[in-house]
Each structure stands twice: as C-alpha cells, then as structure tokens.
C-alpha cells in the first residue's frame, strides 16, 4: 500500500459531518482505502467569499440552506487504488446529492491553516 491523501471541499450540514466522521474510516476500508486521519474543518467564508460549491449550490436551488456549511476535509492513510477511484471512494461515503471538489495525491497532506485567510491579522 502506498501512501496516499485525499483534499477536499464538502458542502454538508454539521449533523451530516458528525455522523460522517464516524462511519467513513469503515466505509473507506471496504473500499480498499486505510485511513490514518481525517481532519475536517469548517471553512472561513469571508476569506473565501466566491467559492464554486456555494455558487453551484445557490444557482441550483437559491439561497443556501442555514444549515449547510463548507467544510475542508484532508484524509491521510494508505490505498492500492489508483487515485480518481480513491477521490471517486471519499466522494461515494457522502449523503446524496452533496456538493463536493477536491482530489487524492500520492503522499500526506498537512490540513495547515487556509492560505487564502494567511495574510488576514
């Protein structure tokens, strides 16, 4: 197994999230993905005011749902599957019709600080 990680950006109620974080370790095993962290936080829309889940969202339905959120998820661990399918595996473990983009890479990623908020003091 190589190491791999998975970056994304999910539009979910926290509700969602929380019953999520839960299962998806055991989802994401059956589907040949080990995972060793799952790091989600809630993403600082004034810093990024223009983001393309939110834009989708509201063309399609309109306002956004109160109780949605956008969230950056990073998942660490270790997969023999080749990347789109373990993007394709992270993505089959959300409620329907979430709204979602990201992608997997070789290697870890570290969840660090939104860079597009850095410079804000």
Known sequence: MKAISTDMQVLMSPRDWQHLAQVMPEILKKAGYQVEQIHAEEVDLT?????????????????????????????NGASDLDLRAATRAVAESFPPDTYWYGTSNHGHTEPGVNAACAWQG
């Open 47 to 75: 810093c990024e005011p223009d983001n393309m889940l939110i834009t989708q969202y509201q063309q399609q339905h309109g306002q956004l749902a109160p109780s949605l959120r956008l969230h950056r998820l990073v998942i």
